[in-house]
T-cell receptor, first 112, second 118 residues
Framework: DSGVTQTPKHLITATGQRVTLRCSPRSGDLSVYWYQQSLDQGLQFLIQYYNGEERAKGNILERFSAQQFPDLHSELNLSSLELGDSALYFC???????????FGPGTRLTVL | AQTVTQSQPEMSVQEAETVTLSCTYDTSESDYYLFWYKQPPSRQMILVIRQEAYKQQNATENRFSVNFQKAAKSFSLKISDSQLGDAAMYFCAYRTHPITGTASKLTFGTGTRLQVTL
């Protein structure tokens, strides 16, 4: 158990809908990272937050957004969902920029 | 931009034997971190081992060790005394040093699926 929690574990929804994925980092970790794992794109970095502020953006679509709250948990919002958004979404956390990233169990999103 | 290449989509090893997974990367930076993550069928991403580029000594964690060749930009993972529980997808990953770079994201290779046979 990495100490990073993600909810829900599975999510099935329809095209055009909006969903929210939640992540709680390890106790004391200030950085949260979101990654997407899909069959055709592999593991890709989406976005990073550090102590409530956005720090880095990767290949994140405009339909996707994220935030980190004062208690350090983070949410990834996916809207106008398309079939291609079906993937495993991981959250990872680290204590600061120099630390190793520890991954949560992931949320499997299926868009029908 | 940094890239990570894993040229072996699949590997197989017999129980108790040794196997080496290959990884090469491309970067213009002199300081960075390299990682191997394991993803078993449960899909959890588990850190196996980490190497800091400025350290010449190869990292070791129990049965897992790396062969880090900085000049060749190579970072292979050796698994000794392979066990059935080692069967998983293994990902090599690169991270910019947080002081010299602005982003601390992980850049992953495409993975190597390791099968362990009796």
């Amino acid at each position: 158990d990495s100490g990073v929690t993600q909810t829900p574990k599975h999510l099935i929804t329809a095209t055009g809908q909006r969903v929210t994925l939640r992540c709680s980092p390890r106790s004391g970790d200030l950085s949260v990272y979101w990654y997407q794992q899909s069959l055709d794109q592999g593991l890709q970095f989406l976005i990073q937050y550090y102590n409530g502020e956005e720090r880095a953006k990767g290949n994140i679509l405009e339909r996707f957004s994220a935030q980190q709250f004062p208690d350090l948990h983070s949410e990834l919002n996916l809207s106008s969902l398309e079939l291609g958004d079906s993937a495993l979404y991981f959250c990872a956390s680290s204590a600061d920029f120099s630390d190793t990233q520890y991954f949560g169990p992931g949320t499997r999103l299926t868009v029908l | 931009a940094q890239t990570v290449t894993q040229s072996q989509p699949e590997m197989s090893v017999q129980e108790a034997e040794t196997v080496t997974l290959s990884c090469t990367y491309d970067t213009s930076e002199s300081d960075y971190y390299l990682f191997w993550y394991k993803q078993p069928p449960s899909r959890q991403m588990i850190l196996v081992i980490r190497q800091e580029a400025y350290k010449q000594q190869n990292a070791t964690e129990n049965r897992f060790s790396v062969n880090f060749q900085k000049a060749a930009k190579s970072f292979s993972l050796k698994i000794s005394d392979s066990q059935l529980g080692d069967a998983a997808m293994y990902f090599c990953a690169y991270r910019t040093h947080p002081i010299t770079g602005t982003a601390s994201k992980l850049t992953f290779g495409t993975g190597t699926r390791l099968q362990v046979t009796l």
